[in-house]
């Protein structure tokens, strides 16, 4: 886990015009590393991203025995015959400890996993239990972090029935393995409401393109056929959700924010921002591959349900935390097992600094309030230091506890910050 730093000071602004060059996504660099590791010849990735999540999914991928060499801001993988005998530690990231053991079960022999501390508290059971239904053999004293797996070197497959209603992770971290199973993969999800529908098309997409044929059966089931996964090169988009941020802070301070290389069309939750900032009262054009957000001294609440873009909601709270009417975010109750409960930490810091905040069954209500400087805790959780850093462009006084936790999945991002409220 990043060394933790002293608290930092949230800059204020009074407005700025930038462009900011956002990295690659986080959810499509650690699919692609993957499909990658476990395809019929070397791919490219093409600018992918590099991040604490991402490095721990190349090392993860690396013990197993795939092969990585760097040529300039690209990464060539060459894919090896799996071997286990090797211990993983997957961090925080949930990419990690849910895509990398339905593929380690591939290998012959004990495959260990273990993370930060915050890691052994997030939901795993559905993991460990698909692995044990598919006949492998799984080592834990509880349904969690760590556990080891002894696989056999190959996997059956066929039906397998999951309760996937904590993180759509489950779903995905299945069916990027499928094609080199046996039988492939028939797979049904049984338990409640599914979390972040986009990310399963995403997984989709990403296994199409690489000829791997998948059928979707309504919304929980997929069939995923045996066969090679092409080896391929493949651009990385920019991570439209670390974005965010970014774009909230000119709708929050009566700035001007554009992207770059904002693609037409994704399979990222974060497009989502065009829409959900313009309810809030942004100026939103995108045109010619750049989106462009305008504060136009409007910052209004919204009542939103963000079921399929859970990870979106720190920034919209942090804006609704700013807005001149009250917001409902709902459809969130699987934001409790992420990096921490999201939902009791933005209601905990939003009224830590004045706010007034509270706690739904699946979401938050928030309603206006004259905020005020104050300690913003975060929780190891990257997006819980952005929020706190858009309320800070308004709100004097604010100190982030621990920005460095941003190198989760922007290692730049206080570089980036800085930069932005500079430019004019």
Not at 9 to 16: C, D, E, K, L, R
Request: charged fraction near 20%.
């Amino acid at each position: 886990m990043p060394e933790q730093t002293a608290p930092w000071s949230a800059p204020q602004s009074g407005g700025f015009r930038a462009r900011v060059e956002v990295p690659g996504s986080k959810s499509l660099t650690n699919r692609e590393l993957i499909l990658s590791a476990l395809a019929s010849g070397p791919s490219v990735l093409i600018s992918p991203l590099v991040s604490r999540d991402t490095e721990l999914m190349i090392s993860a991928l690396g013990l197993l025995g795939t092969e990585f060499e760097w040529q300039g801001h690209n990464l060539l993988v060459t894919p090896r015959p799996l071997s286990g005998g090797v211990k993983i530690d997957c961090g925080l990231a949930g990419t990690v400890m849910r895509f990398v053991p339905p593929m380690a079960a591939l290998a012959s022999g004990r495959v260990e996993f273990d993370g930060d501390a915050q890691a052994r508290l997030r939901p795993m059971i559905t993991t460990i239990d698909s692995l044990t239904d598919l006949g492998v053999e799984v080592e834990a004293e509880r349904k969690a972090l760590p556990f080891t797996l002894i696989g056999k070197g190959s996997i059956p497959g066929g039906r397998l029935e999951i309760d996937a209603s904590a993180s759509s992770q489950f779903v995905s971290g299945l069916l990027l393995s499928a094609p080199r199973y046996e039988s492939g993969l028939d797979l049904h999800h049984i338990g409640n409401k599914l979390p972040s529908l986009p990310h399963i098309e995403m997984t989709i997409a990403c296994l199409r393109a690489r000829g791997v044929k998948v059928e979707q059966r309504g919304d929980s089931n997929w069939v995923v056929e045996a066969g090679e996964i092409a080896g391929r090169e493949i651009v990385i988009e920019p991570d439209l959700s670390n974005a965010g941020p970014f774009l909230a802070a000119a709708l929050v301070t009566g700035g001007e924010v554009t992207i770059p290389r904002w693609p037409s069309e994704t399979t990222q939750v974060g497009k989502l921002f065009e829409d959900y900032l313009a309810q809030m009262g942004a100026e939103v054009t995108n045109s010619g591959g750049e989106l462009t957000v305008r504060g136009t001294g409007i910052i209004r609440g919204i009542d939103a349900d963000l079921s399929g873009a859970g990870e979106l909601t720190p920034t919209i709270a942090a804006v609704a935390a700013l807005a001149d009417s009250p917001s409902r975010l709902t459809g969130i109750a699987h934001l409790r097992g992420h990096e921490t409960d999201r939902i009791a930490a933005l209601v905990a810091e939003i009224n830590g600094i004045g706010g007034l905040a509270s706690e739904l069954e699946d979401g938050i209500a928030i309603s206006p309030a004259n905020l005020e400087g104050g300690l913003w805790h975060t929780y190891a959780d990257h997006r819980m230091a952005t929020a706190g850093a858009i309320i800070g462009l308004t709100v004097p006084d604010i100190e982030v506890e621990d920005i460095s936790v941003t190198t989760k999945t922007l290692p730049e991002f206080s570089n980036l910050w800085q930069q932005m409220l500079e430019s004019n």
